[in-house]
């Protein structure tokens, strides 16, 4: 079965610098994909990025990208130049094998300005 | 292109009555899923139609839940008759192909609150 492990309950960052949201998981199969949701107060899910367990290379798309270590299961999300609008909560979530996907309890990130 | 469509956004209803929510997806999405989203946890996986077949339903409980996608575009869940405990949000996502690795996109979620 998988398991997503999201450590930190809440993170705090001073505007404009970076901040890491830290991410485990835990699956058998080989072949799985990892992605990371951002869910503002709104409530609505909005997908952030995507890696795949067979990409060579860390994901990237804008401010945000995905700092994998396949050996250690950790897919950490890094955020840089944090803007006041980045607070929300993140989760990850992984889906692997015919399993369907699973999200960590997430972490709520709070920008200082 | 229009996004995952929700309705209603709250609803508050006391236990034992019953409740129905509805979603529509992105256009042209052949699979729609249906997540409870209990405050303080990520969302957990209810059922998901591919097309309008049940592909997964292993975590809806069947005897209050029911979901159905008519025609597979449009769906409805709802609950009958509802409790405490089914107090959460109920987000709707849609995905093109309902690969295994696809981007799922999610409406904005029907906050229930039961009495």
């Known amino acids: 079965a998988q398991k997503i492990t999201q450590t930190q309950p809440g993170m705090f960052v001073q505007e404009k610098e970076a901040v890491t949201l830290d991410c485990t998981y835990d699956?058998?199969?080989?072949?799985?994909?990892l992605f990371w949701y951002k869910q503002p107060s709104s409530g609505e899910m909005i997908f952030l990025i995507y890696?795949?367990?067979?990409?060579?290379q860390n994901a990237t798309e804008g401010r945000y990208s995905l700092n994998f270590q396949k050996a250690r299961k950790s897919a950490n999300l890094v955020i840089s130049a944090s803007q006041l609008g980045d607070s929300a909560m993140y989760f990850c979530?992984?889906?692997?094998?015919?399993?369907?996907?699973?999200f960590g309890a997430g972490t709520r990130l709070t920008v200082k300005p | 292109e229009a996004g995952v469509a929700q309705s209603p956004r709250y609803k508050i209803i006391e236990k034992r009555q019953s409740v129905a929510f509805w979603c529509n997806p992105i256009?042209?999405?052949?699979?729609l899923y249906w997540y409870q989203q209990i405050l303080g946890q990520g969302p957990k996986l209810l059922i998901q139609?591919?097309?309008?077949?049940?592909?997964?339903d292993s975590q809806l409980p069947k005897d209050r839940f029911s979901a159905e996608r008519l025609k597979g575009v449009d769906s409805t869940l709802k609950i009958q008759p509802a409790k405490l405990e089914d107090s959460a949000v109920y987000l709707c996502?849609?995905?093109?192909?309902?690969?295994?690795?696809?981007?799922?996109?999610f409406g904005p979620g029907t906050r229930l609150t039961v009495l």
């Open positions: 979530a992984t889906q692997a094998g015919d399993n369907d996907m699973r």
């Open positions: 890696q795949g367990s067979y990409d060579e």
């Open positions: 139609f591919q097309n309008n077949g049940v592909v997964d």
């Open positions: 996502a849609s995905s093109p192909s309902g690969g295994r690795r696809d981007t799922q996109y």
């Open positions: 256009s042209g999405h052949a699979t």
């Open positions: 699956t058998s199969d080989q072949s799985y994909g």
